[in-house]
């Protein structure tokens, strides 16, 4: 059974720091791309960081650049995403997705930046 699940959400201060974790399993997790994507109340869901099988090639979203890091420990069936200096408009749901032959979704862990 292919499970994602995320971990490390909550609510953090603004300029606060928090890692997201994502566990995946019931797949050869190294036969996939991975990325975290974000939906906040009442926006589309949106691509925030993806990394590549071998984690040699990341991307983020220009609202992120400099602020997350997506990383990935194959060995683990791992992928993180470290967010650091954290803004209010960086609250939403944030999901690990896999993309490879199938694409898997999980259910999202909440995080919310307020003072």
């Known amino acids: 059974q292919v499970q994602l699940v995320e971990s490390g959400g909550g609510l953090v201060q603004p300029g606060g720091s928090l890692r997201l974790s994502c566990a995946a399993s019931g797949f050869s997790f190294s036969d996939f791309g991975m990325s975290w994507h974000r939906q906040a109340p009442g926006k ?3 691509l925030v960081a993806s990394i590549s ?8 979203a220009d609202s992120v650049k400099g602020r997350f890091t997506i990383s990935r420990a194959n060995a683990n069936n791992m992928v993180y995403l470290d967010m650091n200096s954290l803004k209010a408009e960086d609250t939403a749901v944030y999901y690990c997705k896999a993309i490879g032959e199938y694409i898997y979704w999980g259910q999202g862990t909440q995080v919310t930046v307020s003072s």
Request: aromatic residues 18%; hydrophobic residues 10%; without cysteine.
């Open 44 to 46: 589309e869901r949106e």
């Open 53 to 60: 099988r071998f984690g040699t090639s990341t991307t983020y």
